[in-house]
C-alpha cells in the first residue's frame, strides 16, 4: 500500500503564494520521479513541474520563475513553492509520482487526490 497526498491548498490573492506539499507513504524502496498536474474544469490535466531522483527540474513555461519543486528525500515529501500566484492558476492540483515498492518489482504510478487553488482578487 502506497499513499499519496496533497495539501496546502487554499485562497490566496492575486500575487500571493502557496505551498502544496505531498507526502507519499507506505514501503518506498526508491523514488524515481514526482510532478505536479493542474486540471481545470472542461481541460485535461496538464503537467506543471518534474522533479526527478537525480534532482533534474521541469518547469512548464508560463511558471518558469514563480514556481518551485523540491523534494525532502527522508520524509517522502514533494513540495511545490507557488508564487506570484495569478488567477490563470486556479485549479486542482494533483501529485503524480513513479517509485519502485521493492527491488525486484518494476515501479509503480500513483496519483493523489487533488487539492484546490483558487486564485481570486
Known amino acids: 500500500q502506497v499513499n499519496v497526498v496533497e495539501s496546502g491548498g487554499g485562497l490566496v490573492h492575486p500575487a500571493g503564494s502557496l505551498r502544496l506539499s505531498c507526502a507519499i507513504s507506505?514501503?518506498?524502496?526508491?523514488?524515481?520521479?514526482a510532478s505536479w498536474y493542474r486540471q481545470t474544469p472542461g481541460n485535461q490535466r496538464e503537467p506543471v513541474a518534474t522533479i526527478h531522483a537525480d534532482d533534474n527540474k521541469y518547469y512548464q513555461d508560463y511558471v518558469k520563475g514563480r514556481f518551485t519543486i523540491s523534494r525532502d528525500n527522508a520524509e517522502n515529501m514533494v513540495y511545490l513553492q507557488m508564487n506570484n500566484l495569478s488567477p490563470d492558476d486556479t485549479a486542482v492540483y494533483f501529485c503524480?509520482?513513479?517509485?519502485?515498492?521493492?527491488?525486484?518489482?518494476?515501479?509503480?504510478?500513483?496519483w493523489g487526490q487533488g487539492t484546490q487553488v483558487t486564485v481570486v482578487s
Open positions: 507506505g514501503d518506498i524502496f526508491k523514488f524515481l520521479s
Open positions: 503524480h509520482t513513479i517509485v519502485q515498492t521493492f527491488p525486484t518489482t518494476p515501479p509503480r504510478a500513483l
